[in-house]
């Protein structure tokens, strides 16, 4: 390090012992409203999940035919594999982001 910076000093509270490990607190000191639930998790995997198969079909359905959508031809026209992953990928990251949020609102409900 250059003269005169030092590094900085790790953070220790009087009185609290570390825990190591623990990475998220699961409740809150003062209120003791929990801040993480396994419900978290959950919820976006499962949303990820069931996001990209419709996605995925969807995908599928535009891309071969059963579904015409005007404006989506250059979609159909990259192929079925490419439509496919592309619905599933697209489909995941919003499953997983609408099923995370709708477990945190169920988190905070209990």
Same mark, same amino acid.
């Given at each position: 390090?250059?003269?005169?910076?030092?590094?900085?000093?790790?953070?220790?509270?009087?009185?609290?012992?570390?825990?190591?490990?623990?990475?998220?607190?699961?409740?809150?000191?003062?209120?003791?409203?929990?801040?993480?639930?396994?419900?978290?998790?959950? /919820?976006?995997? $499962? @949303? &990820?999940? %069931? *996001? +990209?198969?419709?996605?995925?079909?969807?995908?599928?359905?535009?891309?071969?035919?059963?579904?015409?959508?005007?404006?989506?031809?250059?979609?159909?026209?990259?192929?079925?594999?490419?439509?496919?992953?592309?619905?599933?990928?697209? /489909?995941?990251? $919003? @499953? &997983?982001? %609408? *099923? +995370?949020?709708?477990?945190?609102?169920?988190?905070?409900?209990?």
């Amino acid at each position: 390090m250059p003269a005169g910076i030092r590094a900085p000093e790790p953070q220790t509270h009087p009185g609290r012992e570390e825990k190591p490990g623990l990475p998220v607190p699961l409740v809150n000191e003062p209120d003791h409203h929990p801040v993480y639930s396994r419900r978290l998790l959950w /919820g976006a995997l $499962l @949303g &990820a999940v %069931i *996001g +990209g198969v419709i996605f995925g079909w969807l995908g599928y359905a535009v891309s071969s035919g059963p579904l015409p959508v005007a404006g989506l031809g250059q979609f159909a026209s990259a192929g079925t594999a490419v439509a496919v992953f592309t619905g599933a990928g697209v /489909g995941s990251a $919003l @499953g &997983a982001l %609408i *099923g +995370g949020l709708a477990a945190f609102g169920g988190m905070l409900r209990h």
